[in-house]
């Protein structure tokens, strides 16, 4: 059962007062509040289990090699990835998309071409255009219409033997819009043999992924928007495509074997996880999982769509409210301005001080807010304990901050 008490009862930072009013968090996509279970598994790991791991034969090594492993398991099996060994760790969607971008780059020449949507986080733009300055290679971008949605029909037009990836969000954090990532994918199949690449930042917290039925050859996102410490991410990668492609950074634990004469790589996923990784935060990712599958991920889309339902019939009450890809089939996120009432910002700063924290600005996709010639919107976006009542006070907020910025 769903019960949303009891969901909130398990995040101590919702049970603050703000600027003397209860909490209201609304900035999930930049990132979520983190449940009593995740931060204890924090704190037991440095209170119980530290020590490096793969290298140790005394007794705490091993236990942290072990909860680590496990926790990559529960990843496994939360994106339905076919072996552990294709699950990455990393320090989040930006240094997986990095990581990529880098890994790919003996699989570029100049002349190829590169296909990324214009709904992206910089993110998975910047990383790709460094990549198209390495190797001379070209950038194209699918283009979105009035409403968000992505025209697909570009794709007939441009997808060919020099497109050698393809690179788009499942979800787009500034508008929320879901993309059509299935025609997506089985398009580029039919017509390309390039690299498929899904940004799951912004879908990864709310709702199921199978990696295997998508059949995406990479899979990115960040723990720390989906219940889980900052500093840990993913990236998934079909195992003969990670066996080929380079290693991103070089040092400590990626190795086999290492001389002057010459280095050999160690095997997945080690080959790319350079270094001493966050272990204690890779190990609440787990945790993290463990939360998500507790409550189901059928009950939290419910709740959240439920909730973006609700939000925006309330918003729309509103005066000179215009919300951005109102039509497209949007997921957790409304993202509105408020016409003659300042910049987004200022809004912002008002809510903030009735205790509800949204974000303004850009939300790091500057050719989004270019396409609608706006520099910012308001963005309030949904987590699992967020509610209705909570819903009623943004909407308030609103009107009193567009009737002071009047
Ligand atoms: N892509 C999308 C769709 C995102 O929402 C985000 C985070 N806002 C990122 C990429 C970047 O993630 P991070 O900052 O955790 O690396």
Not at 35 to 60: D, F, M, Q
Not at 68 to 83: G, P, T, V, Y
Not at 171 to 185: D, K, T
Not at 378 to 398: K, M, W
Request: charged share 20%.
């Amino acid at each position: 059962m769903f019960n949303l008490q009891y969901i909130r009862s398990q995040f101590p930072i919702l049970q603050q007062q703000i600027n003397g009013k209860p909490l209201v968090y609304f900035d999930n996509a930049a990132t979520s509040q983190k449940p009593v279970s995740v931060i204890e598994s924090w704190t037991k790991y440095y209170e119980t289990l530290n020590a490096n791991v793969h290298r140790g034969i005394h007794t705490l090594s091993q236990l942290a090699t072990e909860e680590m492993e496990l926790s990559r398991r529960k990843i496994q099996k939360f994106i339905n990835a076919k072996h552990d060994y294709e699950v990455i760790f990393t320090r989040g969607t930006t240094e997986s998309i990095n990581l990529l971008a880098y890994a790919l780059t003996q699989e570029i020449k100049a002349g190829d071409e590169i296909i990324i949507s214009h709904l992206e986080h910089h993110s998975n733009i910047v990383p790709w255009q460094m990549l198209c300055e390495r190797t001379g290679a070209k950038l194209k971008v699918i283009p979105m219409d009035e409403n968000g949605i992505l025209q697909l029909d570009f794709l007939d037009k441009h997808l060919n033997e020099k497109t050698k990836i393809v690179s788009v969000n499942h979800v787009s954090n500034a508008l929320g819009i879901l993309n059509p990532i299935e025609e997506i994918i089985s398009k580029t199949r039919k017509n390309s043999g390039a690299f498929i690449v899904i940004d799951g930042a912004q879908s990864a917290p709310h709702f199921a992924i199978d990696v295997q039925r998508m059949d995406c050859d990479f899979f990115a996102f960040s723990g720390h928007k989906m219940y889980a410490p900052m500093g840990v991410g993913i990236l998934y990668g079909k195992e003969d495509i990670l066996r080929k492609i380079q290693p991103f950074h070089g040092g400590g634990e990626m190795i086999a074997t290492c001389s002057f004469d010459g280095t050999t790589y160690a095997d997945l996923p080690f080959k790319f996880e350079a270094g001493t990784p966050n272990v204690g935060g890779n190990i609440a990712l787990g945790a993290a999982v463990d939360f998500i599958e507790s409550i189901g991920h059928e009950n939290i889309q419910n709740h959240e769509n439920a909730l973006l339902e609700y939000a925006q019939k309330k918003l729309l009450e509103i005066e000179n409210l215009k919300i951005y890809g109102e039509k497209a089939k949007r997921t957790g996120v409304v993202s509105f301005t408020l016409e003659g009432a300042g910049i987004a910002s200022d809004a912002g700063m008002i809510l903030d001080k009735m205790g509800i924290a949204v974000r303004t600005g850009h939300h790091c996709t500057q050719p989004i807010m270019d396409y609608y010639k706006i520099a910012g919107t308001v963005r309030a976006s949904f987590a699992v304990y967020n509610t209705f009542e909570e819903i009623d006070a943004l909407a308030e907020g609103v009107k009193k901050a567009q009737r002071m910025l009047s």
